[in-house]
Each structure stands twice: as structure tokens, then as C-alpha cells.
């Protein structure tokens, strides 16, 4: 099981020398001084905002200057409703590198056939998801993430990504995964392979990206998907973990938990990503929010590589948001404040 990174909380103003005068921050929104761990000062006003009441809320305290929403532009413009990516077929088609020549707008005639690449969930076996019929529809689930990856200053790439001055691909090797890593079989080699070439065909994933003023970005199903379907891969830029300790990034997946913690590797999708990086976890210290898990993230062993997916663990109904459990078996992730 895949899990969030946590990174140690690094910014919070020092604590005052302590006076007579009964001058204690309390939080703008909620009026309260308690969960001073969690409570931010802006740097230039010195107003003060618990992490989990600002909108969106903010996953843990960031590194360097902050600024609250009434000093930050930034902050602000986060409120409004970002700006829609055109949707035009060309446009969509040159962001997401789409095959020319490879009948985007339709689906082949062959998806009829995958019904048996479907299994019963005894066996176990990764089932490929099922693109949405509608070309127009299509259009706009991909222009949806091409709003928030735009919005986010995000490039888009469904591959993991190696950048010079990070981890080589060399040093993704399934063999230093302490306790060792599931393989993935040739089966679901196979089903992941055929999801990656669906959507270089244009045959997207049938899942739509919306803005939410508490959660931000996420991620709701646009049609039925079935229990153990392949949503995406998680991907970004593999950097070793040692590099990222004090890195401010919310969205740091494991990618490999190696025995010697040097050669720990994680993915950052900060600058290149794909759908994976707008699903939202749980609140997993509630049982409400357990409930709304309907994914898991799984690492896998894939030819001696680690790869990442995110599958769907029971059907998923159309208009349902996605969510899945940051901690995986662990619990170093502060989901506590999560909606």
C-alpha cells in the first residue's frame, strides 16, 4: 500500500516571550486560539488562520512566507472559480499530446471486446476503465483537467519523470523495496498497457475535475466505474525522498520505501502530473469519512520497476467523488481536519 509522504511542519512564527499582557492569536474565521500548532500568522498583517479554516484548506503549514487571503492575491484568486480551458478539439488535443491520425472522437469497435478482459473480483484482476461514449463528453472531461493542471501551472504527463539533478530511472529498482513489493502479473501488465494506449488514442478515463471552495480541485466520477478498475497512475517527477525533507509540497507520494532510507525514492507532481494528483484523501480519524473512500493506492512491482496506480476498491457510481486513504496502513499524515 502507497502512502503519502509527511514532511515535518518547518514555518510557524517563534513563540513570544512570555508577558503579563493577554495579547494570545486567535484564528480570523473560528474566533479560537486552540490548536496553536496549526494556527498560521500572515507576514505582513500578523492576522491569524488555522490551517483547516482557511478554503481551500491547507493539508499542513507551509514553508517560508504566507500570507493571508486578505494580503495575498494569490489567496484570493485561489476563491474564484478558475478560468475553463477552451473546449476545442485541436486545443485539447495538442495539450494532451493526443495521437494524430488516431480517430480521436471515437471509440474503436473493439471496446466491446475488452468485456472479457472482465473478471469476477475472486480472481483479483485489474480491469481497464471504461471511456464514456460520448466524444463531446470526452472533450469535456479532458478539458476539466486541463483547467486545473493550467490553473496549477502543472504540464501534463501520464509517465513517471526523470529530471537531471533529481533520481535517476536507474535508481528505481522494486529489489530495495524493504519487505519487498507486490508484482504486478502479466495480466494487469497487460490491462495497464492497454488503459495508457487508450488514452494516446484519445479514449479518456471517464472522470471530471471540478472546483470545490473547501476542497479545492478534485475529482468526481462521470459514469458508472466497476469495483478493481485502473483509475490512473500516479506520476510526476521521481526524486529521492533525502532531497524533499524540508520540500513544502502537499502531494508527495512513496514510490519506493528502500532498506537504506538514502535510496528512498518519491513522486512529486508539482510541476508534471496527471488526474492523480487532484483526488482527495479521507478524513481517516472519522468513520463518516472512512465511508467515502472508494480507492486505494497500490505500488507495484512492474519488470523491476515501482510504479504507483490508484483502483477502485467497490463500484463507484456517476457523480461521486473520488477519495482514497493518504496513509494507506500508516498514519503519519495529518487527515485529521480533511472534509
Not at 488514452?199 to 458508472?224: C, I, N, Q, S
Request: aromatic share 6%.
Amino acid at each position: 500500500m502507497a502512502t503519502r509522504i509527511l514532511l515535518r511542519h518547518r514555518t510557524r512564527a517563534e513563540p513570544e516571550p512570555e508577558s503579563d499582557s493577554d495579547d494570545s492569536i486567535e484564528c480570523e474565521a473560528c474566533g479560537s486560539g486552540e490548536a496553536d500548532a496549526e494556527l498560521l500568522l500572515c507576514d505582513k498583517c500578523d492576522a491569524g488562520y488555522h490551517t483547516f479554516c482557511l478554503r481551500p484548506i491547507l493539508p499542513r503549514v507551509p514553508s517560508g512566507s504566507w500570507f493571508c487571503p486578505s494580503c495575498s492575491s494569490t489567496s484570493s484568486s485561489c476563491k474564484k472559480i478558475p478560468k475553463k480551458f477552451p473546449l476545442v478539439q485541436t486545443k485539447i488535443v495538442d495539450f494532451f499530446k493526443i495521437k494524430r491520425g488516431s480517430g480521436f472522437g471515437q471509440i474503436e469497435s473493439k471496446k466491446r471486446k475488452r468485456k472479457s478482459v472482465l473478471t469476477s473480483k475472486k480472481k483479483k484482476k485489474l480491469l481497464p476503465f471504461n471511456p464514456s461514449e460520448d466524444p463531446r463528453r470526452r472533450l469535456e472531461q479532458m478539458a476539466s483537467l486541463a483547467t486545473a493542471l493550467t490553473t496549477t501551472g502543472t504540464v501534463f504527463s501520464n509517465e513517471l519523470t526523470y529530471v537531471a539533478g533529481m533520481a535517476p530511472k536507474s535508481a528505481n529498482r522494486a529489489a530495495l523495496e524493504k519487505g519487498g513489493m507486490q508484482v504486478m502479473s502479466r495480466e494487469d501488465k497487460e490491462t495497464l498497457i492497454q488503459c495508457k494506449m487508450m488514452m494516446e488514442r484519445g479514449e479518456w478515463p471517464p472522470l471530471l475535475v471540478v472546483f470545490d471552495p473547501v476542497e479545492g480541485f478534485t475529482v468526481e466520477a462521470d459514469r458508472h466505474i466497476r469495483d478493481l478498475t485502473i483509475i490512473t497512475e500516479y506520476v510526476g517527477d521521481v526524486d529521492y525522498l533525502r532531497n524533499r525533507e524540508t520540500d513544502d509540497g502537499d502531494s508527495m507520494m512513496t514510490l519506493l520505501s528502500a532498506r537504506d532510507k538514502s535510496k528512498s525514492l518519491v513522486i512529486c507532481p508539482d510541476k508534471r502530473s496527471n488526474i492523480a494528483r487532484f483526488i482527495n484523501g479521507i478524513n481517516n480519524h472519522t468513520q463518516d469519512g472512512k465511508k467515502k473512500q472508494n480507492l486505494k493506492c497500490v505500488r507495484f512491482d512492474v519488470d523491476g520497476e515501482c510504479r504507483v496506480l490508484l483502483v477502485a476498491i467497490r463500484d463507484i457510481r456517476k457523480g461521486e467523488r473520488l477519495y482514497y486513504d493518504y496513509n494507506g496502513s500508516e498514519h503519519e499524515y495529518p487527515t485529521h481536519h480533511f472534509v
